[in-house]
């Protein structure tokens, strides 16, 4: 943590205010069961497409357990989904053989690139999984169009206890930060312990392909009731994007009531893929989801990027009772720049009913 003298105390947290209605809501057999993980994408033309996870009953495989698509919207409020898969789970390879989740996709800089073509590209960053008892892994594709994309071989980072939620943030100095969360287990492996932390911390890259892990945790979770079942994603603007200094926007779970008996998330659940039926994963997550956990979205600043403090929940629903589509839940957040210092930032949003839809928000100027 930042000592109390730093003057970080000092940097005034943004509000935020939520826009009317949903940005996104399942509406066909490839995102009608869940919805969730969004990263927007502002293009050169002014339109912005949106990538999220979702999973339906046209899933490519049956025991798939989610995949990446993507929507266009002219104005970033009204979003329609696009045709098709953009990345699905591939069964052959252990690592992402059930879900991929968490997209986060950046433009690859000219450096980065050994080839002749003049066409731009972009990489998506993911976190990809497998069975329960393999840890989560982040990996990455390729693209020229943002439609039709390219798995890169190998692992970008991982861990014993798993990684996953990335964001990439591009650096000036050329290279490139990785945020993502860590899990760790009272076994130190998934899928035969408890998980005992879920927290931010962070990599860098000189060439977008290999990750050098940095020393300790950016945000180290269980610091409060408030994130009691940890962090579960965190998006960065530098300060060159903020105007002031480096900006955190992080989501955290707080645990159910003492006594609560909590079905086992099937991403936790080795007995989960048997069945091979991803409806049976979408409601047995959301039956989870919704077993009284709560998760909001917090905000923190620095004036490293490595070192963080603590401000402000900015996001967050009245809970169970309440009709907001982000009453139980708020997460998952990808934030892009409209112009005089204002920002909109979609998250992952789902109502006392259990439905998962994407939302948004902007900050005052």
């Known amino acids: 943590m930042i000592p109390p003298d730093s003057g970080n105390s000092k940097i005034a947290p943004w509000t935020w205010l939520r826009d009317p209605n949903a940005r996104l809501q399942g509406s066909g057999t490839l995102d009608s069961s869940k919805l969730q993980s969004p990263c927007i994408v502002r293009l050169n033309d002014g339109t912005y497409r949106l990538f999220y996870t979702a999973v339906g009953p046209a899933r490519p495989f049956p025991a798939c357990q989610g995949y990446i698509l993507s929507a266009r919207s002219s ?138 892990l940095e020393p300790g945790y950016r945000l180290k979770d269980r610091c409060s009731a408030d994130d009691s079942m940890g962090i579960s994603a965190a998006e960065v ?71 963080w403090e603590r401000q402000q929940c900015i996001i967050q629903g009245d809970g169970y009772g309440d009709p907001g589509l982000d009453a139980v839940h708020a997460e998952d957040m990808s934030i892009v720049p409209i112009g005089n210092q204002r920002f909109r930032m979609y998250y992952a949003a789902c109502d006392a009913s259990g439905n998962w839809r994407i939302a948004s928000a902007v900050n005052l100027p």
């Open 75 to 212: 104005d970033g409020l009204l979003f329609h989904p696009e045709p098709g898969i953009r990345l699905a789970p591939v069964p052959e390879l252990s690592h992402m053989a059930l879900r991929l989740i968490a997209p986060s996709v950046t433009p690859i800089p000219a450096s980065d690139e050994h080839r002749n073509s003049s066409t731009p590209r972009w990489r998506m960053y993911f976190e990809a999984r497998g069975t329960a008892d393999r840890p989560t892994v982040i990996c990455s594709a390729v693209s020229a169009d943002l439609l039709h994309w390219q798995f890169e071989d190998g692992i970008r980072l991982q861990s014993a206890g798993g990684v996953g939620a990335p964001r990439y943030l591009p650096l000036n100095d050329g290279r490139g930060r990785l945020y993502c969360v860590q899990s760790e287990f009272s076994t130190g492996t998934p899928g035969e312990g408890v998980r005992i932390s879920q927290s931010i911390i962070s990599a860098v890259t000189c060439d977008g392909l290999h990750f050098e």
């Open 237 to 307: 603007l530098s300060p060159e994007a903020s105007g002031d200094c480096w900006r955190m926007f992080y989501s955290a779970w707080q645990d159910v009531p003492a006594g609560v008996q909590v079905p086992l998330h099937p991403s936790l659940n080795p007995a989960a893929v048997s069945s091979g039926q991803s409806d049976d994963f979408a409601a047995a997550s959301i039956a989870s989801d919704m077993a009284g956990y709560r998760s909001r979205i917090f905000q923190a600043v620095s004036f490293d990027g490595l070192n």
